[in-house]
Nanobody, 119 residues
Framework: QVQLVESGGGLVQPGGSLRLSCAAS????????MGWYRQAPGKQRELVAK???????NYADSVKGRCTISRDNAKNTVYLQMNSLKPEDTAVYYC?????????????WGQGTQVTVSS
C-alpha cells in the first residue's frame, strides 16, 4: 500500500517562495511518475508539474519559469519549488504517484497541502 504525505504549504506574500515536499511509503516510488496538482475553490483539479521516473519534466504554462519539480529516489520524495508566487497560485496542492510497471491499475493521491498567497 502506498501512502503520500505532503508538507510545506502555508501562507506567503505575493512574490514569495515555498517548497512543497511529498514523501511516499512503499517500494514503487522509483518506478513511478510523480506529479503535483492543485485545486482552487470552485475550480477543477489541474496539473502543475510532473516528473517521470526517468527525470523528464513538464509544467503547466501558468507556472513555467516559476516552479521546479524534482525528485530524490533515495528518499522517496518529490519536491515542488515555487517562486514568485501570485495570489492565483492559492489552492490545495496534491501529490500524485502514477506507477509505471506492467499490471499497475491505479494511481495514488496525498491528502493535500494548502498554499495561500496573500498580502
Amino acid at each position: 500500500q502506498v501512502q503520500l504525505v505532503e508538507s510545506g504549504g502555508g501562507l506567503v506574500q505575493p512574490g514569495g517562495s515555498l517548497r512543497l515536499s511529498c514523501a511516499a511509503s512503499g517500494s514503487i516510488f522509483s518506478i513511478s511518475d510523480m506529479g503535483w496538482y492543485r485545486q482552487a475553490p470552485g475550480k477543477q483539479r489541474e496539473l502543475v508539474a510532473k516528473i517521470t521516473r526517468g527525470g523528464s519534466t513538464n509544467y503547466a504554462d501558468s507556472v513555467k519559469g516559476r516552479c521546479t519539480i524534482s525528485r530524490d529516489n533515495a528518499k522517496n520524495t518529490v519536491y515542488l519549488q515555487m517562486n514568485s508566487l501570485k495570489p492565483e497560485d492559492t489552492a490545495v496542492y496534491y501529490c500524485n504517484l502514477d506507477p509505471k510497471f506492467p499490471g499497475s491499475s491505479r494511481d495514488y493521491w496525498g491528502q493535500g497541502t494548502q498554499v495561500t498567497v496573500s498580502s
